[in-house]
């Protein structure tokens, strides 16, 4: 069978992308030369951004293997990519190493790309007043990459409308949070706020009802009737829910985990209480 001859990508001007055979041109690469500019990796977080036309792409590198997948995606946008000036390098999986923090999962996949817009508390709660369901997810303190990456990608599944995160203490919304995220950054609303309590009163005064995740909670969330608009606030791995986060939601709840062992990883636990809120809500879309 014969093999399609592959083309190397261009950046749309008639030149040739090209290749960057020099390992040391990677090691030196900076990402000053653009905006505010963050990085991303993995086959899922790089298309995922690619398809979103929300989303500013900068400069895709990426090996043969995955050349076919990067033409498909450059056809679905032709036009936004075109004007924006996208790059395209098609380099060695040891060059794009070269360029990445050590140890990260590329999968032989990497992008420069520009933040995606915030969305306002304020702007999202006066949209979310014309759904008969809301569900949105407020996140106090926490701040490993790999976990908020994964609640992320988790409430994106589970059809969450937003997640709220602390602005001061949350990492930067790329490299090994998108990873983790594989792909959710680019599906989900995420609104950076200042006061964990106060954007809880706000969600309660537009009819929200919130809901603390607590080991300390003496209702299980299974026997709990979930109201159409919920917050779920979520505390940080082995410190939980702040006292004034606690005392600020409307009722506390718990998982059903055994008393010897009833601690759980962030992202499970938020994975077991996304699913019980959706089960409850099989309208939910």
């Given at each position: 069978?014969?093999?399609?001859?592959?083309?190397?990508?261009?950046?749309?001007?008639?030149?040739?992308?090209?290749?960057?055979?020099?390992?040391?041109?990677?090691?030196?690469?900076?990402?000053?030369?653009?905006?505010?500019?963050?990085?991303?990796?993995?086959?899922?977080?790089?298309?995922?951004?690619?398809?979103?036309?929300?989303?500013?792409?900068?400069?895709?590198?990426?090996?043969?293997?995955?050349?076919?997948?990067?033409?498909?995606?450059?056809?679905?946008?032709?036009?936004?990519?075109?004007?924006?000036?996208?790059?395209?390098?098609?380099?060695?999986?040891?060059?794009?190493?070269?360029?990445?923090?050590?140890?990260?999962?590329?999968?032989?996949?990497?992008?420069?790309?520009?933040?995606?817009?915030?969305?306002?508390?304020?702007?999202?709660?006066?949209?979310?007043?014309?759904?008969?369901?809301?569900?949105?997810?407020?996140?106090?303190?926490?701040?490993?990459?790999?976990?908020?990456?994964?609640?992320?990608?988790?409430?994106?599944?589970?059809?969450?409308?937003?997640?709220?995160?602390?602005?001061?203490?949350?990492?930067?919304?790329?490299?090994?949070?998108?990873?983790?995220?594989?792909?959710?950054?680019?599906?989900?609303?995420?609104?950076?706020?200042?006061?964990?309590?106060?954007?809880?009163?706000?969600?309660?005064?537009?009819?929200?009802?919130?809901?603390?995740?607590?080991?300390?909670?003496?209702?299980?969330?299974?026997?709990?009737?979930?109201?159409?608009?919920?917050?779920?606030?979520?505390?940080?791995?082995?410190?939980?829910?702040?006292?004034?986060?606690?005392?600020?939601?409307?009722?506390?709840?718990?998982?059903?985990?055994?008393?010897?062992?009833?601690t759980l990883n962030i992202s499970n636990a938020a994975s077991?209480?996304?699913?019980?809120?959706?089960r409850q809500w099989p309208f939910l879309e």
């Open positions: 069978m014969n093999k399609s001859k592959k083309v190397k990508p261009t950046n749309f001007s008639g030149k040739s992308a090209g290749r960057i055979n020099s390992k040391n041109e990677y090691k030196n690469f900076k990402l000053t030369s653009y905006p505010d500019p963050l990085l991303l990796w993995g086959r899922h977080a790089v298309t995922a951004a690619l398809e979103n036309p929300l989303r500013r792409i900068y400069e895709v590198f990426f090996t043969e293997s995955n050349q076919d997948k990067i033409h498909d995606l450059i056809k679905q946008r032709p036009f936004e990519l075109e004007n924006s000036n996208t790059k395209f390098h098609v380099v060695s999986s040891k060059e794009l190493a070269a360029f990445l923090p050590e140890n990260s999962v590329h999968q032989g996949i990497a992008a420069i790309v520009k933040p995606l817009e915030l969305v306002k508390l304020d702007y999202l709660i006066s949209e979310m007043r014309k759904n008969k369901t809301s569900f949105v997810v407020v996140l106090d303190q926490v701040t490993d990459p790999h976990n908020l990456g994964a609640v992320i990608r988790s409430a994106a599944a589970f059809s969450a409308d937003a997640i709220f995160v602390h602005d001061r203490s949350t990492p930067r919304l790329d490299g090994v949070l998108g990873k983790a995220a594989s792909g959710a950054l680019e599906k989900i609303s995420i609104v950076r706020i200042k006061n964990i309590a106060r954007a809880i009163e706000k969600l309660k005064k537009n009819e929200f009802w919130c809901l603390g995740l607590s080991d300390s909670a003496v209702n299980e969330l299974s026997n709990m009737q979930v109201p159409t608009k919920t917050a779920l606030v979520l505390g940080a791995e082995g410190m939980g829910l702040r006292r004034l986060t606690k005392d600020t939601c409307d009722e506390l709840a718990r998982l059903p985990t055994s008393s010897n062992f009833p077991i209480s996304f699913y019980e809120i959706r």
